[in-house]
């Protein structure tokens, strides 16, 4: 019994290895970018490369302010993200439901006319797309960025997996107790499936956060434009200018840290469900 | 664990606000200004049939300004696909015209790269909400389709001296039908750059070039042998950071023009042509040979500045950008076979508006940036090229090019510098260029058969496209 504690105790330090190496190279390019941010150019192109700066400098930081309008940029592209996002698990939410709770017909073509449209790249839809924008007064807008990009398929798919696996038998106890379908939803089906909602608004927010096509054709005014195109700006002519790349994307991606620190525990919970439930 | 996790979460958001202090917050304006130069510039040829054709874009004479009485203020909306430090001289220039205008006003906005600037435009078009001027990669492919050629009256009145302005680059700025279309603004050629301590290190003397591709195959070779002086596995005697572009000018160097136009109009890729192939077969032997490493061009700058790569051939625009590095740079004009030329590259300016006041506006503002003065200062701060011949003779190119010698490669490329005709499938052209050169890098195809299928698919949607 010992023994084989001492052999379970053996392998995992080995599996602690493994996983460490792979920890460590996971997190590299975010140390690497970490550190580059505060790096002269001398020192970003020094060869052998150096992990540490050979002085610290904030002057990266300033330049990229200086560049573009960091913070309204900043602001714009956490409006949008968190409207979309908020739209984006509304509307998920209540078609997950309908589609796994609710009969009525054509349900199942619904459902495949959903999935077949998540098939479609976006660059095909980006003109017929800014027509109707366009058409609609739209233009340099927030409702222009944020309206065409809720495109649903993907958390509805991902939300109804998860809704499915609700009994229906609790449902039903609960409607011939008088609850409504709202009430049934909110009550019941969403508090059982708070990861799936989790990792659902995560995926959502990143995907508003790094979103760069459609509001770059969408708004020609500063005051409408988001992060990612602000980033482009830096990179396209600056290509050389790593130290400057690196201390933006720095701050660019903080906001989605946190947001992924807050939904850590119910992200890593979905993950294992998913994991379980097959 | 939780409570250490949210504590991470805090400092993080202190941190946000820590940089969004430290660093010194401009106005939003700062990004959307951009300015426009423009310049007339036609040859006496060009002219008549320029005129034709452009007064049947708008059905007035647009050779002669139009009277200052008859000018009302107007704001023009501007879009630019130019960013960085080109970005930034390019608004600052067209501020300066700005604040320098009773008539014109300018709204600027940054338009994405190349592509992402030609997909807006191409979705403005469609709704009619596109730019009065815009800054562009293939412009004229875009005002040439709309049969908009006002461009080419524009240029000729007085004061503008369209033929200071270099032959090769008026043929950057024309349609596939030959008419102009639009002015050159940003305009740049491939440089061929070398590190000078590899150079030494392999015992070549570089105050003798290589000339030819021959003599520059010989040169690489040296370079392999002793020059790796980090002792890279990596290290790599020449390497191109857009092959399409590199192939193109070689392609010319070797008597194959790309694309020709035969007289009645009709477009025909020619890049599959035996001259072509020479040009491709050599290029496949830089890769088998070890001179060149397949595929691995998108690292290519990186290589260079960290001192692994001999020669890099890349933009012009690069000879004021590389001031703060740790390595020694020098340029040689390109190697070539038959004839020197190299292929044209950058933005153009193009006039969307048909409103005769805004036209009047945009074109104040295209020669105030088309101006010799002007237009030395954006290229000496950017990189890009003069684009007038002028510009070259004053006291400031001259002393460009006392502080830093490559730039007087990158002027002396300009008498030979040249240009493809523009047509509406050009940028397949140059996806399918470049896909079959990553084969022919990469072995999966033989030279002639990489070309061939390359051209057959431009044709093909060059056909789709016609029906």
Known sequence: ?278 | MKRSMKLLALLLGMLMLIVAIVGCVPEPASVNGSDSRDEETTTASDSDDATAAAEESTGVDLTVAMDASEREPVTLEVWYAVSGTSGEMFTEQAQAFDDSSDLVSLELSYSGGSNDTATKVSAALLTGTEPDVALMYAGPSFTGSLGNFDMAQLIQRDGFDADDIYPGIWDYCRYYTGEICAVPYGISTPVMYYNKDILEAAGVDMTNPPTSWDEFYEVCLQCLESGNLNGMDGFTAFDVTDPGWLFKSMCMQNGCSIVEVSDDGTINPVFNSDEAVEVATYWKQLVDSGIMAAGEHSAAENKFLSGNLAFLVMSSNRISRWTDVDINIGAIEMPYFDTQSVALGGNVLVIFTQDEQKIEAAWDLISYLLSPENNLDFALSTGYLPVRQSELETEEAAAAIEENEMYSVAFNQLSYAWAYVHFEQMGTMDLQIADALSRIEKGTREPQEALDKALEKLVSEMEFDAE
């Open chain 1, 1 to 278: 019994m010992q023994l084989g504690h001492k052999k379970l105790v053996r392998r995992n330090w080995v599996l602690f290895i493994i996983l460490f190496i792979g920890a460590l190279s996971m997190l590299f390019p975010f140390v690497w970018m970490t550190l580059s941010a505060f790096k002269t150019k001398a020192d970003v192109y020094s060869y052998p490369p150096q992990w540490l700066p050979s002085v610290w400098t904030w002057q990266n930081f300033k330049d990229v302010f200086d560049m573009i309008p960091f913070v309204r940029y900043y602001a714009n592209s956490i409006y949008t993200s968190i409207m979309q996002t908020a739209l984006v698990m509304v509307i998920s939410i209540l078609a997950a439901y309908a589609l796994t709770k609710l009969r009525f017909p054509g349900q199942r073509i619904y459902s495949a006319f959903m999935l077949s449209s998540m098939f479609v790249p976006a660059v095909v839809t980006m003109i017929p797309l800014y027509l109707v924008v366009s058409s609609m007064g739209l233009n340099d807008t927030y409702a222009g960025i944020i309206l065409p990009q809720i495109n649903t398929a993907f958390t509805t798919l991902l939300l109804s997996s998860f809704f499915a696996a609700v009994p229906n038998d609790l449902i039903d106890a609960a409607r011939l107790d008088g609850c409504g379908h709202m009430r049934v939803l909110t009550k019941m089906v969403m508090p059982n499936s708070k990861g799936a909602i989790s990792t659902a608004t995560l995926f959502t927010f990143l995907g508003a956060w790094k979103s760069y096509t459609w509001p770059l054709i969408i708004t020609t005014k500063t005051e409408y434009r988001t992060l990612p195109i602000g980033l482009k700006y830096l990179v396209t002519e600056s290509s050389s200018e790593y130290q400057m790349m690196m201390a933006a994307s720095l701050m660019a991606i903080l906001p989605v840290l946190i947001v992924f620190i807050f939904a850590e525990k119910q992200l890593v919970r979905s993950i294992t469900l998913t994991g379980m439930k097959s």
